[in-house]
């Protein structure tokens, strides 16, 4: 029997095998299967603009977003594992990107319940890239859902990280 994967699996996943490998130029910039392709309107209710993609990949009970738009992937759940998920997605990141260095990890300013922790890696062919992975803090009850947003920027210029971008407008998913 397999374990199911939980949302931060998920996230992890998307991260390290598609979104980075993406601005390496190792993957097509389309989303990967097995996800579900969501209509310019469901972009709208996270308050995205209608240029992009985005995705559902769903594991049985719970949902994770895939945006992708510009120079930005976004991947996001809401759900109670979402806690402790941003160690899971560092370590999985380190491991196959050891390049990558944490370069930051703090308060969000616009948004004092979330965290906002960013690595920065150069990759082959002189590509960069920006991790940002916002996440709750420790303080926050485990018990309820939480919002989980790692984002993955191309960097033309690795000096200029990207600044902390809104969250997504809805906490929940598609029903």
Known sequence: M?????????ITQLVT???IP??????????PKPGLRLERSDR?????PEEGIMY?????EEAVFLDLSGNRSQVWCYHQSAHGGEGQIEKAILAKYPQFKRALDEVRADAPDVRRRVLLGDLKA???AQVEINYPP??????????????????????????????PQTKKGLN
């Open 126 to 128: 002189g590509r960069s």
């Open 2 to 10: 397999t374990k199911r994967q939980t949302p931060p699996d998920i």
């Open 138 to 167: 420790t303080s926050a009850n485990k018990t309820q859902p939480a919002l989980l947003v790692v984002r993955v920027f191309a960097l033309l210029d690795p000096q200029k990280a990207q600044a902390a971008a809104p969250l």
């Open 17 to 19: 095998e598609f979104a």
């Open 22 to 31: 993406v601005i390496e130029g190792l993957v097509r910039p389309e989303g």
């Open 56 to 60: 559902a990949y769903n594991n049985g």
């Open 44 to 48: 709208a209710r996270f308050g995205f």
